[in-house]
C-alpha cells in the first residue's frame, strides 16, 4: 500500500493493477489529475465534467472516474514550498494513469521545466500527440482534413536532456578546453554549451511503441523523421537504429520503403506497415504539401516539439491538439499549450486540448465508448459553431460562448 506525506486518495475508487506488461482497469479507477496554473482550473472544470458525463452516457452509471487530486507548479509552489512534491510523482507512478493542465515555467533562468522533469523522473519517453481535423474549425490550409498524424516524439533524451552549462561558469571552460585541446574542436571562449545525447536504448524504445500503434490501430506507416544528413552520430543514427529495430523485431510485419519498391515494385502489401524516413527540414514542407501521405511520425525530441506544434496549426492550433506522455506502463496526459495567465478565472480558454486529452486517457484504459461519445459530441458542438473566443473570432456566424458554457454544450450532444 502507498503512503502519502501529505495527500488521502479518494476512498470510493480502486487502484490500477498492471499484469504482464497490461493495465487492468477495475470500473471506479482512481485517477490523479493536476489541475495547472494560469488557465488550467478552468480548462480542467470543463473536461471534468464532459469525460464524467461522457462515462455515465456510455456504461449507465456502471462506470466512474474517482478523481485525486495532486499538486505541481506555481499552485503547488506557492502552498507546499514545492513545484513538484515527491507525493505528486509517487501518485502518477503508484495509478498509472494520470491527467494534467499546464504548467508554469519561466523562460530562461530559475527553474527547469516541470513537464520535462515529469517525463524523465517517471521515464515517460514517448510523447504521442494526435493531429486531427474537426469540421468547421478554421483552418490556414486548403484541405486540413488531410491532416490526421499522431506523431511519437522521443521524451528524454536530445537537448531536452537538460545537459548545459552557461557561459563563463566554471564548468563550461573546462568542458570548451578538453573540447578545445583534446577532441580538436574550435569552440569560442564566450559560448554557452549543451550536449545531445541520442542513445540506442532511448531510439528503439521510441520506434518499437509507435510501430506497434501503427498495427494496433491499422495505420499505414511509420515516418522516422531526423536531420542525420547534419547530424550523422546523432539523428543519423536515430534514423539507422529505427530501421534496425524494424528488421529485428517486426520483420513479418513492416515494409522498409527501399523494400517496397526493390521488392513489392511500388505496391504496399496489405496488412503490413511501411517504415521511410524523412530529413526534418524536408518533413516540415511536406506536412503542408504532401498532408496525406504521412500516417504516423517518429522522432526525436526536438524535432517532435516542433512538427507537433506545426501540425497543430494547421487544424485549429494548440487549442485542439491533445498530448500523452507514457512509458511501459505509466500513462500522463495532458494539455499541450501553456497555462495563458492573462486569461486566468475567466472562464474564457478552448478546453479542447485537455478534454481530448481526456479522450486519449479513455482510449488508453479501453474505456473506448466513452471516448467516442466525447469526442463525437465535442465535434458536433464545433460543427454547429457554438465554440470558444479562439475560434469564434475566426469563424463567420459563430457564437462565443465561455469554457463552461461549451462544456454544457458538448454535454447536451452526447
Request: proline content about 6%.
Given at each position: 500500500m502507498v503512503e502519502f506525506?501529505?495527500?488521502?486518495?479518494?476512498?470510493?475508487?480502486?487502484?490500477?493493477?498492471?499484469?504482464?506488461?497490461?493495465?487492468?482497469?477495475?470500473?471506479?479507477?482512481?485517477?490523479?489529475?493536476?489541475?495547472?496554473?494560469?488557465?488550467?482550473?478552468?480548462?480542467?472544470?470543463?473536461?471534468?465534467?464532459?469525460?464524467?458525463?461522457?462515462?455515465?452516457?456510455?456504461?449507465?452509471?456502471?462506470?466512474?472516474?474517482?478523481?485525486?487530486?495532486?499538486?505541481?507548479?506555481?499552485?503547488?509552489?506557492?502552498?507546499?514550498?514545492?513545484?513538484?512534491?515527491?507525493?505528486?510523482?509517487k501518485a502518477i507512478e503508484h495509478y498509472k494513469v494520470a491527467i494534467k493542465g499546464p504548467l508554469t515555467t519561466p523562460v530562461g533562468g530559475g527553474i527547469?521545466?516541470?513537464?520535462?522533469?515529469?517525463?524523465?523522473?517517471?521515464?515517460?519517453?514517448?510523447?504521442?500527440?494526435?493531429?486531427?481535423y474537426f469540421q468547421g474549425v478554421p483552418s490556414p490550409v486548403r484541405s486540413p482534413e488531410q491532416m490526421d498524424m499522431i506523431i511519437f516524439r522521443e521524451n528524454t533524451e536530445d537537448v531536452y536532456a537538460g545537459i548545459e552549462?552557461?557561459?563563463?561558469?566554471?564548468?563550461?571552460?573546462?568542458v570548451i578546453k578538453f573540447l578545445n585541446k583534446?577532441?580538436?574542436?574550435?569552440?569560442r571562449e564566450d559560448s554557452g554549451v549543451g550536449v545531445k545525447p541520442i542513445s540506442i536504448t532511448g531510439t528503439k524504445r521510441l520506434v518499437r511503441k509507435a510501430i506497434q500503434y501503427a498495427l494496433d490501430k491499422n495505420r499505414r506507416s511509420v515516418t522516422l523523421v531526423h536531420k542525420g544528413n547534419i547530424m550523422k552520430f546523432t539523428e543519423g543514427a536515430f534514423r539507422d537504429w529505427g530501421y534496425e529495430l524494424a528488421r529485428e523485431e517486426f520483420a513479418d510485419v513492416t515494409v522498409l520503403e527501399n523494400d517496397l519498391w526493390d521488392k513489392y515494385d511500388g505496391k504496399m502489401p496489405a496488412g503490413k506497415v511501411l517504415i521511410n524516413d524523412?530529413?526534418?527540414?524536408?518533413?516540415?514542407?511536406?506536412?503542408?504539401?504532401?498532408?496525406?501521405?504521412?500516417?504516423?511520425?517518429?522522432?526525436?525530441?526536438?524535432?517532435?516539439?516542433?512538427?507537433?506544434?506545426?501540425?497543430?496549426?494547421?487544424?485549429?492550433?494548440?487549442?485542439?491538439?491533445?498530448?500523452?506522455?507514457?512509458?511501459?506502463?505509466?500513462?500522463?496526459?495532458?494539455?499541450?499549450?501553456?497555462?495563458?495567465?492573462?486569461?486566468?478565472?475567466?472562464?474564457?480558454?478552448?478546453?479542447?486540448?485537455?478534454?481530448?486529452?481526456g479522450v486519449m486517457m479513455l482510449e488508453y484504459m479501453g474505456w473506448k465508448e466513452a471516448a467516442d461519445k466525447v469526442v463525437n459530441a465535442f465535434g458536433v458542438t464545433i460543427k454547429s459553431k457554438v465554440v470558444t473566443y479562439d475560434l469564434a473570432r475566426l469563424m463567420s456566424g459563430a457564437r462565443e460562448?465561455?469554457?463552461?458554457?461549451?462544456?454544457?454544450a458538448i454535454i447536451e450532444n452526447l
Open positions: 506525506r501529505n495527500l488521502t486518495p479518494p476512498e470510493d475508487g480502486q487502484e490500477i493493477k498492471e499484469e504482464g506488461g497490461k493495465l487492468k482497469i477495475p470500473d471506479n479507477p482512481i485517477i490523479p489529475f493536476i489541475e495547472g496554473d494560469g488557465t488550467g482550473p478552468d480548462i480542467w472544470r470543463a473536461s471534468q465534467r464532459v469525460l464524467d458525463a461522457g462515462i455515465d452516457k456510455a456504461y449507465g452509471g456502471k462506470k466512474a472516474i474517482a478523481w485525486f487530486q495532486v499538486m505541481a507548479g506555481e499552485t503547488s509552489f506557492n502552498e507546499t514550498g514545492e513545484w513538484l512534491p515527491e507525493d505528486t510523482l527547469r521545466s516541470l513537464n520535462v522533469t515529469l517525463r524523465q523522473k517517471l521515464d515517460l519517453y514517448a510523447c504521442v500527440r494526435p493531429v486531427r552549462w552557461s557561459e563563463g561558469s566554471n564548468e563550461v571552460k573546462k583534446k577532441m580538436g574542436t574550435n569552440i524523412r530529413i526534418a527540414d524536408s518533413m516540415f514542407q511536406q506536412v503542408l504539401t504532401r498532408t496525406n501521405e504521412y500516417d504516423i511520425l517518429a522522432t526525436p525530441n526536438l524535432n517532435g516539439d516542433y512538427l507537433s506544434d506545426a501540425c497543430a496549426a494547421q487544424v485549429g492550433g494548440l487549442g485542439m491538439a491533445p498530448g500523452a506522455n507514457i512509458g511501459d506502463v505509466v500513462g500522463l496526459f495532458e494539455a499541450t499549450h501553456g497555462t495563458a495567465p492573462k486569461y486566468a478565472g475567466q472562464d474564457k480558454v478552448n478546453p479542447g486540448s485537455l478534454l481530448l486529452s460562448v465561455k469554457a463552461s458554457e461549451f462544456a454544457s
